[in-house]
């Protein structure tokens, strides 16, 4: 049965606007978007100009150094085994793409993290848009999206950036707030400037809680890569999609099991990072 | 000699509108009527007081008394609500954040209840944290937190982390950091009490052997009586944010201003804070050795006592004289003491602690000061008294 009172404008009214911001801006982040799809071009074919079994031992070079042997050991594994299936462009393609969204989502997600702990007025206002951000069904930023910056990766890495940077900006926010009160109160008495504060405790100690926001914003945008795969992202999400298009589950098996692999590589590595900045 | 702090009028009221509660208290309305129909909290109710420099000082109360809350309000951790704090005459109630910074980098070093000690940072630049605040050259603040960290005994840690050290170690490390600015006030709040018994005891006697050789003006807050008798030139006793005393130990412990004092040094063992001089009687009779002995017998007689002290002119001790030889002395019609002084007695200064009297046996115990002048006697009686009454009259 329907409401006998009219229904409220609200899509009528989003899209108005949206197709405002449109009209006047998109030729801006149009044009933004075609240097990006550049930059994005350029990451991918660089590192697929490299062949796939020296990109795999400095990854695993990488994983090494920055963590443990076992999960080195588990990256040469895993990315000659997704090279062994035929997706090791879509792999690459991938990872270059969460590691763009995650760099762009820290980099704003850490500042605005950081103004929310200092700042009440910005952690009042910051908290409930990052509800509004979580809880909103991922795919609905894949519609604005297009018409700002049109079908390909540009629009996947910014409805990726929006759904995976709340947990960058809370995670800084709670680990600048978790600074024990004494620590700041140590660092006062001593005559530190908000800076000062901000960059010799503050931070240092906050960086292991940090680096945890860090590793959920990766693994959140991984996800969402998959997703994004609808408006022509490409990358293992593509194969996935491919897949489903026509009903082939061995294929979507396969493309499926390339992002748990890249994800598990990932995770540890990042979780690794946070771990050793705690102690 | 200008105080190196002064307080004066000093409150610190918590709550909206702080600044209305100071004419309530002056009123004369009390803490909880405060609390209950205005809202509002007293920290500290118009304390006002001075520290000369190199004064020892130390704020001692309850828990609640107020006695952080004043000692944070000195740097300004905590903002006064009226009142005026003088640090070397500049009052720092006044000063913007800027001139607060350097007040707080150049005249104050803080020491920690609970450490505080950054656990991100080695022993070394947790020292140097200070410095590195007031931008020192990193050659310049090394050598100097080295120096500060040796004086507290522990440059072989430089490269520790605290988590790595003990609590008495870490609290080493907090003097060390307040210590490498070379500040000219050090605050310690609750510096020592959240170390064990002997630890803390090990600590004590050490800030006061660094005290001596640094010289600073401490402020040292304290919930413990005995820690604040064996630290403390002079003690503040605060109840309620009001300091309802102020003295030297003796003058706390030998005339207390109220039952709250009172309360509080019942259970102090006297022994340990009071001295010899405050428990001795003045010598009344003496004699010198060129009384004859029958002069002595009467001197004797007189003070109904069975031996007299043998002073010599300048009233330096020589010693003492029983009754019985000093009788069979004037039978034997010899003219001077000299044969029968016994010269080896117990003598002890006039800062003795008490407790050490107890181990000698033999009394009266006489106390002379380092040239051997005649200061008083100390009879086993009036020591039990001193002891008995938990204090001295």
Same mark, same amino acid.
């Given at each position: 049965m329907e409401m006998p009172l009219p229904k409220f404008p609200l899509?009528?009214?989003?899209?108005?606007?949206?197709?405002?911001?449109?009209?006047?801006? #998109?030729?801006?982040?149009?044009?933004?978007?075609?240097?990006?799809?550049?930059?994005?071009?350029?990451?991918?074919?660089?590192?697929?100009?490299? =062949? %796939?079994?020296?990109?795999?031992?400095?990854?695993?070079?990488l994983a090494f150094w920055l963590s443990t042997r076992r999960i080195a050991l588990f990256t040469?594994?895993?990315?000659?085994?997704?090279?062994?299936?035929?997706?090791?462009? %879509?792999?690459?393609?991938?990872?270059?793409?969460?590691?763009?969204?995650?760099?762009? #989502?820290?980099?704003?997600?850490? %500042?605005?993290?950081?103004?929310?702990?200092?700042?009440? =007025?910005?952690?009042?206002?910051?908290?409930? $848009?990052?509800?509004?951000?979580?809880?909103? %069904?991922?795919?609905?930023?894949?519609? =604005?999206? $297009?018409?700002?910056?049109?079908?390909? =990766?540009?629009?996947?890495?910014?409805?990726?950036?929006?759904?995976?940077?709340?947990? #960058?900006?809370?995670?800084?926010?709670?680990?600048?707030?978790?600074?024990?009160?004494?620590?700041?109160?140590?660092?006062?008495?001593?005559?530190?400037?908000?800076?000062?504060?901000?960059?010799?405790?503050?931070?240092?100690?906050?960086?292991?809680?940090?680096?945890?926001?860090?590793?959920?914003?990766?693994?959140?945008s991984l996800s969402m890569v998959v997703i994004a795969a609808m408006i022509g992202a490409g990358g293992l999400g593509g194969e996935v999609w491919k897949a489903i298009q026509r009903l082939k589950p061995g294929m979507g098996f396969e493309a499926g099991l390339g992002v748990v692999i890249v994800a598990i590589i990932l995770d540890r590595i990042t979780q690794r990072i946070g771990r050793d900045a705690r102690g | 000699m200008h105080p190196k702090i002064t307080v004066e009028n000093l409150y610190k009221i918590f709550g909206p509108s702080a600044k209305s509660g100071i004419a309530l208290l002056r009123q004369g309305l009390g803490k909880e009527r405060l609390l209950r129909e205005h809202g509002l909290a007293v920290g500290i109710n118009n304390a006002s007081f001075y520290i000369d420099p190199g004064q020892f000082l130390v704020v001692m109360g309850l828990s609640g008394s107020g006695k952080s809350t004043l000692i944070r309000c000195l740097n300004r951790l905590i903002e006064p609500t009226a009142g005026k704090i003088l640090i070397d005459g500049v009052d720092v109630t006044t000063l913007d954040e800027k001139a607060l910074r350097e007040v707080r980098q150049h005249k104050f070093g803080m020491v920690f209840q609970k450490f505080a000690l950054f656990p991100h940072r080695t022993v070394l630049k947790n020292a140097e944290y200070g410095l590195e605040i007031q931008g020192v050259a990193p050659e310049e603040r090394a050598r100097k937190a080295l120096e500060s960290l040796d004086l507290v005994g522990l440059k072989d840690w430089a490269d520790a982390y605290p988590e790595q050290l003990s609590g008495g170690m870490q609290q080493r490390v907090g003097l060390a950091r307040a210590l490498a600015l070379d500040p000219d006030i050090l605050l310690m709040d609750e510096a020592f009490s959240a170390l064990d018994p002997l630890i803390r005891r090990e600590m004590q006697d050490e /800030?006061? &052997?660094?005290?001596?050789?640094?010289?600073?003006?401490?402020?040292?807050?304290?919930?413990?009586?005995?820690? &604040?008798?064996?630290?403390?030139?002079?003690?503040?006793?605060?109840?309620?944010?009001?300091?309802?005393?102020?003295?030297?130990?003796?003058?706390? /412990?030998?005339?207390? &201003?109220d039952d709250y004092v009172e309360k509080f040094i019942e259970n102090v063992d006297v022994s340990k804070v009071l001295t010899a001089e405050t428990v001795m009687h003045k010598a009344t009779a003496v004699t010198f050795p060129k009384d004859g002995p029958k002069t002595a017998l009467h001197k004797m007689k007189e003070i109904g006592t069975s031996s007299i002290l043998v002073v010599d002119k300048e009233r330096r001790l020589l010693g003492i004289v029983h009754a019985e030889e000093a009788s069979r002395l004037a039978k034997s019609g010899a003219t001077s003491l000299e044969a029968i002084i016994v010269r080896d007695i117990p003598r002890v200064e006039p800062g003795t602690p008490l407790q050490e009297l107890f181990s000698i046996e033999s009394f009266p115990v006489v106390v002379v000061n380092e040239e051997q002048k005649l200061k008083g006697i100390i009879v086993r009686g009036a020591l039990l008294a001193a002891m008995a009454e938990g204090r001295n009259n």
């Open positions: 899509g009528a009214m989003v899209e108005s606007t949206i197709d405002f911001f449109t009209e006047h801006f #998109a030729f801006i982040t149009k044009g933004l978007s075609k240097i990006t799809e550049v930059g994005i071009e350029a990451l991918v074919d660089g590192m697929l100009f490299l =062949p %796939p079994w020296l990109l795999i031992l400095l990854f695993t070079a040469l594994l895993g990315l000659l085994f997704v090279w062994n299936l035929g997706l090791w462009e %879509p792999t690459v393609s991938t990872i270059a793409l969460v590691l763009i969204a995650t760099l762009v #989502a820290v980099v704003i997600g850490i %500042p605005i993290g950081i103004m929310a702990a200092l700042f009440n =007025p910005v952690h009042r206002v910051t908290m409930p $848009i990052l509800d509004f951000m979580q809880t909103m %069904p991922a795919f609905v930023y894949l519609i =604005p999206a $297009i018409p700002f910056f049109g079908l390909g =990766p540009v629009s996947a890495i910014f409805a990726t950036v929006i759904f995976a940077m709340p947990p #960058a900006i809370r995670m800084t926010c709670l680990g600048i707030e978790q600074v024990p009160a004494d620590l700041i109160e140590a660092a006062d008495a001593f005559g530190s400037n908000r800076s000062q504060k901000l960059f010799k405790v503050q931070l240092p100690l906050a960086k292991g809680t940090i680096m945890a926001g860090v590793n959920q914003t990766i693994m959140l | /800030l006061l &052997a660094l005290q001596s050789r640094v010289n600073k003006t401490i402020v040292f807050i304290t919930h413990d009586l005995d820690e &604040a008798l064996k630290l403390g030139d002079t003690i503040i006793i605060m109840k309620d944010g009001v300091i309802v005393q102020q003295g030297t130990p003796e003058e706390i /412990l030998t005339s207390p &201003a």
